[in-house]
C-alpha cells in the first residue's frame, strides 16, 4: 500500500498465518543480504507451485529473526495477511524482503536495476532448492508491482507468470510507478487483478482498465467486501482488497494452476 508502514502495518500480535509452518530465508550477497518468510502447509517437503508476495509501500519488512521466531514489519499488507490462503499440499508462498543494505529507502529506480533483478533470483534459486520448486508466480501489490514486474521482467527463466494488485499506475513523489514500464519485456504471463472501488488516487480502476487492454492481458474486477477503515491508499481499504481477501487469492491461485482466467469476484 503506499502509506508508510504505522499501526495498520505492523506484525500483529495474533498473526493466523504463523499457525502454518513459517521460516525466514536469507541469502548472503555481496555486503548484504536478501530475506523472505516462507509459509506451506503442514506436511510437504516438496512443492509444484511457489508464490513470491511483493507487498506495497514501502516494502521493507525488516525480516529477522529473534529467538527462534520470525520478526517483521508490514504485517497488515494485503498480501502478507492473506498468505495463508494460498497454501494447500503443493503450493507455498515467500513474502519478498527488501535488500538489507535498501531498508533506508527502497526507491522504485532501484527496482529496475539488474542488481535487484540478480538478488530475487539468487533468493528465489535458494527456497527452490530447499524446497524443491518446480514452478515460480510472481505476485505484486500497490507499489509493490514495481517489484514485480520488474524482478519478472528480468528473470523469465524463473518466473512463469506475473500477478499485478491494485497496481501503482500514476506516478508519485516515490517514483513513476508502472508508468514507464517497459512491457515488450515482459515474457512471463500477466494477469492483473484490481477492486472497482479501489479509492486511492494512484491505483485507479480506470487505469487497470486501460492497462488491461495495453499489455492484451486478462482483467479480474473484484467488488464488495468490507467494512473500510483507514486512509483511501492503506491496506485496509478497498485497495487492500478488506472482506475479500480469501477470494481474491483463491481465484489468482486457480490462474496458476490452471491458466483458465477466473471469474469476477463480487460479494
Not at 220 to 242: M, N
Request: a neutral charge; hydrophobic letters at 40%.
Amino acid at each position: 500500500m503506499l502509506a508508510a508502514a504505522g499501526v495498520a502495518c505492523a506484525q500483529p500480535a495474533d498473526d493466523p498465518n504463523l499457525d502454518k509452518p513459517t521460516a525466514v530465508v536469507t541469502v548472503p550477497r555481496d555486503g548484504y543480504t536478501i530475506s523472505a518468510l516462507v509459509t506451506h502447509a503442514p506436511g510437504p517437503t516438496a512443492f509444484k507451485y511457489a508464490v513470491a508476495l511483493f507487498p506495497g509501500y514501502p516494502g521493507i519488512m525488516r525480516l529477522r529473526e529473534e529467538g527462534g521466531q520470525p520478526r517483521f514489519a508490514m504485517g497488515g499488507n494485503f498480501l502478507v495477511r492473506s498468505r495463508r490462503f494460498w497454501l494447500d499440499e503443493e503450493t507455498l508462498v515467500a513474502v519478498v524482503d527488501a535488500p538489507s543494505d535498501q531498508w533506508g529507502s527502497f526507491a522504485q529506480f532501484f527496482r529496475e536495476t539488474g542488481r535487484y533483478g540478480a538478488d530475487v533470483a539468487a533468493l528465489l534459486t535458494e527456497i527452490g532448492r530447499r524446497y524443491k520448486v518446480e514452478d515460480w508466480t510472481l505476485v505484486g501489490t500497490s507499489e509493490g508491482s514495481v517489484s514485480a514486474f520488474q524482478a519478472a521482467r528480468m528473470n523469465p527463466q524463473l518466473a512463469r507468470r506475473v500477478i499485478l494488485t491494485s497496481s501503482l499506475f500514476r506516478p508519485g513523489r516515490p517514483g513513476p510507478g508502472l508508468s514507464v514500464a517497459r512491457w515488450d519485456e515482459l515474457k512471463p504471463r500477466l494477469l492483473w487483478v484490481h477492486h472497482k472501488d479501489d479509492p486511492c488516487a494512484y491505483t485507479a480502476y480506470r487505469d487497470a482498465v486501460a492497462y488491461a487492454e495495453k499489455t492484451r492481458a486478462p482483467l479480474v474486477t473484484v467488488s464488495g467486501g468490507g467494512p473500510a477503515r483507514g486512509e483511501p491508499c492503506e491496506a485496509f481499504s478497498q485497495h487492500g482488497f478488506v472482506g475479500v481477501e480469501q477470494e481474491t487469492v483463491l481465484a489468482m491461485r486457480s490462474w496458476v494452476k490452471t491458466g483458465a482466467v477466473p471469474a469476477d469476484i463480487a460479494r
